[in-house]
């Protein structure tokens, strides 16, 4: 049965205690996108895997750089890219989405943050499969791919926590939700992503340098590719942890009664 | 023990029209000091002014008053939605609100798919849910539609499985938005003794509703609303 609201911030223990809710609620939503189509949430691997691979193959020739190391670098860099940017632009209209929930019962707002987030994980399952695939075509297969798994566990992390403070503030300011969409944008060509560190040669280099989307990728990407991170990225991701674990439970403490007024 | 109980519960709604939920009218507002603007605070409605009042083990409380009178406000707020923006509000006890019955219910899932959705959502364990499921299939009737999507039901046989789950599982405080009504004369006989046993079952009812019939019927303790206050209680 619900429980009343707890005066001390319960938003964190609510992950396990509202497992039940927020697991189910999340796999149904993807079950009803996907309802009554054939090969279902893998038309997602499909469109990623064409995408994947028409970009993989243009821009290797228009850098002029060998196939088998920009088609596995670009597909393992932008389907992070996809599962990082899809969940924060979701974050910004979570509560809105799902507020004839928050309008009718009592149920802390971190829950649902969870059911997007485990929406968006389910689709990066689905697309985790092309990164499987390009990995053995080009032979890119090494343990290195093991320490991606906390590298993940750190963006998951870094994703709840600004989720929780996007979605309660783009909740009051709905143009905020347009302004991270244009932002998130904007950021995609400013991160090596589709091009390659290297490419900058020392000028310009701080575009990626001290780009907090590069890092966040790069944790992840490396060890997919078989290379280790450099360990200055451990310490820039718990930094990023840190710091929006501060403002989330700012904005948590001060606002979280608040948004089932501004719905 | 379940209670519930007020003091002075003030609850205002911020009314919100597009311009000043944008961020252009706060970023002006902050720039011009709330001077030229003087919407600074926003306009905002109080749905529930002030009101005390503490409702104990065993109370049937009947809350009735007209239109916007704060009824529905009143509700939510117990059911831990709305949190007072002045004085205070206790809920001991876990609550069961049968303000929407259909709540996040969807057309496109079968009427058992539909079963774990809103149980879950009620916060009852899977393996509770599986325990009671077939009671819950067998009690709303639907027999072999209960395999179906939602969307082929009637707006009967919806009605019927969604007040089928959401009385299954007791609670110690129940809330409720008018008397419920269920179906044809056969089933409503069946649906109202099993309203009546959830209730019993339950610490404290409190019931909005415009019938005072029903509300004699039910209730031990009568609230009057007018305009967000308590005109008799009692």
Not at chain 1, 47 to 72: D, N, W, Y
Not at chain 2, 53 to 82: C, D, P, Q
Not at chain 2, 132 to 147: A, N, Q, T, V
Request: glycine share 6%; aromatic share 12%.
């Amino acid at each position: 049965m619900n429980v009343p609201p707890k005066k001390i911030i319960g938003e964190i223990p609510a992950i396990v205690t509202y497992f039940n809710m927020w697991f189910l609620l999340g796999w149904y939503d993807i079950k009803q996108r996907y309802r009554r189509s054939v090969i279902g949430p893998f038309w997602i691997t499909l469109s990623t895997g064409v995408m994947v691979a028409a970009i993989g193959f243009m821009f290797s020739t228009i850098f002029k750089s060998a196939i088998e190391e920009f088609l596995p670098y670009f597909a393992v860099g932008q389907i992070v890219w996809l599962f990082f940017s899809t969940q924060i632009n979701d974050s910004c209209t979570t509560f809105v989405q799902y507020q004839s929930i928050i309008k009718q019962m009592s149920v802390p707002l971190s829950v649902h943050i969870m059911r997007k987030l485990w929406n968006n994980l389910i689709l990066f399952g689905h697309n985790f499969l092309i990164i499987i695939i390009v990995l053995i075509i080009f032979h890119k297969m090494s343990w290195m791919i093991l320490l991606a798994i906390p590298a993940f566990i750190l963006i998951l992390i870094l994703l709840f926590l600004v989720s929780i403070m996007l979605g309660i503030v783009c909740t009051r300011f709905r143009d905020i939700t347009q302004i991270v969409a244009v932002f998130m944008q904007l950021i995609f060509f400013f991160t090596p992503i589709l091009w390659m560190k290297k490419v900058l040669a020392g000028r310009n280099s701080w575009v990626s340098d001290f780009n907090p989307f590069y890092h966040i990728i790069e944790i992840v990407r490396a060890p997919l590719l078989g290379e280790a991170p450099a360990w200055i990225l451990w310490v820039y991701m718990l930094a990023y942890i840190a710091i929006a674990a501060a403002m989330a439970l700012f904005f948590l403490k001060k606002f979280r009664h608040r948004v089932s007024y501004w719905l | 023990m379940s209670l519930l109980k007020a003091e002075k519960l003030t609850i205002d709604y911020p009314i919100f029209d597009s311009s000043s939920r944008s961020l252009k009218k706060a970023l002006i507002r902050a720039a011009t000091g709330g001077r030229i603007a003087n919407d600074s605070r926003g306009i905002s409605v109080r749905a529930i002014d002030g009101i005390s009042f503490s409702i104990e083990h065993g109370e049937r409380v009947g809350l009735m008053g007209n239109n916007g009178a704060g009824k529905s406000t009143l509700l939510r707020a117990l059911a831990g939605v709305y949190a007072p923006t002045g004085g205070s509000l206790q809920i001991n006890g876990s609550v069961a609100s049968l303000l929407d019955l259909s709540l996040g219910m969807d057309g496109e899932f079968t009427g058992y798919e539909n079963i774990f959705i809103r149980c879950v959502l009620m916060g009852i364990p899977r393996s509770v849910i599986k325990k009671h499921i077939d009671e819950i299939i067998e009690f709303s009737e639907l027999g072999d539609y209960i395999k179906m999507p939602m969307r082929t039901y009637s707006s009967g046989m919806h009605l019927r499985l969604s007040f089928s789950v959401c009385t299954a599982f007791p609670a110690d405080i129940v809330l409720m938005d008018e008397w419920l009504a269920v179906g044809d004369a056969d089933f409503s006989k069946k649906a109202e003794n099993r309203l009546m046993e959830f209730i019993k079952k339950s610490s404290i009812l409190v019931l909005a509703s415009h019938s005072v019939e029903q509300v004699n019927k039910i209730c031990n303790r009568i609230i009057i609303m007018e305009h967000g206050s308590i005109i008799k209680d009692g």
